[in-house]
């Protein structure tokens, strides 16, 4: 089964950058979608965005949009996510995630159509 690494996260600033990675340990990675998700302490996990198997179709949480791009480079297995002009309220925990679902255009933002997850990594943003 494929696993996930994430990286990249750390102690920043309001309005800082930071580019999270995660790298897939198999081939296969360039024939699924892939998606970012975080959960910040005392909430559900909730979906930030995510890419088809090719980066063609990527979707986006509202509360993101704009400040945030999904990317991935299949021929290193790594999916990325760019985040700008960070605030407070996205410090989390970011997971990376394999989708498996059947229909990614109904089902993107959904957590029960990935099946494998990373271990996260933790973005704090100070005011």
């Known amino acids: 089964q494929v696993q996930l690494v994430e990286s990249g996260g750390g102690l920043v600033q309001a309005g800082d950058s930071l580019r999270l990675s995660c790298v897939a340990s198999?081939?296969?990675?360039?024939?699924?979608?892939m998606g970012w998700f975080r959960q910040a302490p005392g909430k559900e996990r909730e979906f930030v965005a995510s890419?088809?198997?090719?980066?063609?179709?990527?979707y986006y949480a509202d509360f993101v949009k704009g400040r945030f791009t999904i990317s991935r480079d299949n021929a290193k297995n790594t999916v990325y996510l760019q985040m700008n002009s960070l605030k407070p309220e996205d410090a989390a925990t970011y997971y990376c995630?394999?989708?498996?679902?059947?229909?990614?255009?109904?089902?993107?933002?959904?957590?029960?159509?990935?099946?494998?997850w990373g271990q996260g990594t933790q973005v704090t943003v100070s005011s």
């Open positions: 995630a394999k989708y498996q679902g059947v229909d990614y255009s109904r089902t993107y933002y959904a957590k029960y159509a990935y099946d494998v």
């Open positions: 890419t088809s198997w090719n980066g063609g179709i990527t």
């Open positions: 198999e081939r296969t990675f360039s024939t699924y979608p």
